[in-house]
Structures are given as structure tokens and as C-alpha cells.
């Protein structure tokens, strides 16, 4: 069975000049697990015909349909339980957020949402921070939901994958709305776009936004060698993370992953009839 790798999450980003997070994976490689699709699929189809697009092919994409990406939204899945240890001290400041309002609060959500993110419940932190986002609406509180959406997306899979994808790239949007140049946002939601049934083929679209910027974002990189990989264009994989590498250094955690990821290209190459 072939091994399985992603691609980079908002909290695997390597460090860039200011605000990108370090991947901390106890595991070594926790990041690698390539999404590797063999055979026919709609998926594949779609991702051949944009990857083409993004190694120098004519013409783009039509504009997204915002109003009927929202009327399409899929329900969202039963977040998880609470831990029993804190159930009582969750409960409690639920109970003072029910009874609050204004700033007052606003200010106790944000302190369930960062004792929800201290349990390991981004799901539950997830639908706090939306509400959060939306009284603020800033960049920074979208972009703080859409990535705790992100990290509910990674929890689960199937139509609530798909789901969770829906409200990451909504929140993003929002970010997009208000600073179009932020690179690292337009990154990770194009991976989100990859679950997103009503358009995924905004995922390398996005992707190539972003390199036409600036051709050495890692992660775009890093992420379009795994939409290669994906549809088996094993060479311009392997130039994707020879590129990363090159960027990263091979001090970088990132080297490695990519390292292992062209150990894998290698294989594959080999091993064909």
C-alpha cells in the first residue's frame, strides 16, 4: 500500500519572515501522509485539467458563485465531547456568556475559546470563534476561525470533511476581503477548496494566485507538488520539492519531508511497467 501524506496545514507552515507557525509534529513526520488517489475519480479529472492550467496552460476560471456556494453549505458534524475534567469549568463560563453581553461577554468567549483550543477541542472553539468573528470582523479574528475550522476539518472525514471545508474557505474569504494580499491565508484555503464539492477546482486555481505572487512561497510550493503528485505528474512533483528544498535549506523540517516525499517518487518511478 502506497504511504499517504497531506498538504501543509496553517500550523505546519515553516517559518517565513513574520507570521508563519513552525509545524510541531511529535512524530517527526506527522505531516506526511500523502493524499495519493490511484485510478479514474472526478477528483483526478478535475485536478489534471487544472494542473494543466497551472504549468502554463491558456485562459482561467470563472468567478466564484458566492450566493450559490452559501446555498449549497452542508450541515455541520456534532462537535466532541468535553473532557469530564473540565466539563464543569466549560459549563460555567457558558453559563456567564449566556447571561452577558457586549464587551463584557465578548470577553469570556474569548476565554472559552482558548480553554477549548487548551483541551484539544477546535471543533467546539471553532463555533465560539465564528461568533467572535463576526461581531469584530477582523483579519485576525477570521483568520483565527478559519483555522480552528481547519483543524476540525483534519478530525474528521467523509460529507463532514467536506462540510468543514465550506466554513474554512468562508472564513478565509472574509480575511481576502479585507487584505487580498495575504499569501499564506490564500494558501491554506486553497487546500480547503480541495474538499469542497461545489468547487474544487479552486484548489490549484488559488494555488497558482499565490506563486504568480511570489513563485517562492513554501508552502504553495509544497502543496502543488502534492496536487502533482496526486494526479501522477511524477516528474513536475519532483521539480515542486526540489524547489523546496532548495527554499527551506537543509536545516529545515521541511527538507526532510520533502525528502521523503521524492523517496516515494523514486519508488513509484521505479516500480513501473
Known amino acids: 500500500m502506497l504511504s499517504k501524506a497531506r498538504p501543509l ?28 488517489i490511484v485510478g479514474g ?3 483526478l479529472v478535475v485536478a489534471l485539467y487544472l494542473i494543466t492550467l497551472a504549468s502554463g496552460g491558456r485562459g482561467g476560471l470563472p468567478p466564484v458563485d458566492k450566493a450559490q456556494a452559501a446555498r449549497a453549505l452542508l450541515p455541520l458534524p456534532e462537535p466532541g465531547p468535553i473532557p469530564s475534567v473540565v466539563a464543569d469549568q466549560v459549563a460555567a463560563l457558558e453559563a456567564e456568556i449566556a447571561r452577558l453581553k457586549g464587551k ?13 483550543i ?12 465564528e461568533e467572535l468573528a463576526q461581531a469584530f470582523d477582523t483579519p485576525e479574528a477570521w483568520r483565527r476561525a478559519g483555522n480552528l475550522f481547519y483543524d476540525w476539518m483534519e478530525m474528521v472525514d467523509g460529507p463532514a470533511k467536506a462540510a468543514l471545508a465550506q466554513r474554512v474557505i468562508a472564513a478565509y474569504q472574509r480575511v481576502l476581503e479585507k487584505e487580498p494580499d ?14 469542497d464539492p461545489n468547487n474544487p477546482m479552486e484548489a490549484v486555481n488559488q494555488t497558482r494566485m499565490v506563486l504568480a505572487k511570489d513563485s517562492t512561497h513554501v508552502q504553495a510550493n509544497f502543496n ?30 521541511l527538507y526532510a519531508q520533502a525528502d521523503t516525499i521524492l523517496q516515494i517518487i523514486h519508488r513509484l518511478e521505479t516500480s513501473t511497467p
Open 9 to 36: 496545514a496553517p500550523q505546519e507552515r515553516p517559518l517565513r519572515q513574520s507570521s508563519a507557525r513552525v509545524a510541531a509534529s511529535s512524530g517527526g513526520l506527522q505531516a506526511l501522509q500523502i493524499l495519493f
Open 41 to 43: 475519480g472526478l477528483l
Open 104 to 116: 463584557e461577554r465578548l470577553a469570556k468567549q474569548q476565554a472559552l475559546v482558548n480553554l477549548l
Open 118 to 129: 487548551g483541551i484539544g477541542r477546535p471543533d467546539r472553539a471553532a463555533l465560539v470563534q
Open 182 to 195: 495575504n499569501l499564506d491565508v490564500r494558501a491554506d484555503m486553497a487546500i480547503a477548496y480541495l474538499y
Open 224 to 253: 502543488l507538488g502534492i496536487m502533482l503528485l496526486q494526479i501522477n505528474r511524477l516528474e513536475e512533483a519532483r521539480a515542486q520539492f526540489l524547489k523546496v528544498q532548495r527554499l527551506v535549506g537543509p536545516r529545515s523540517p
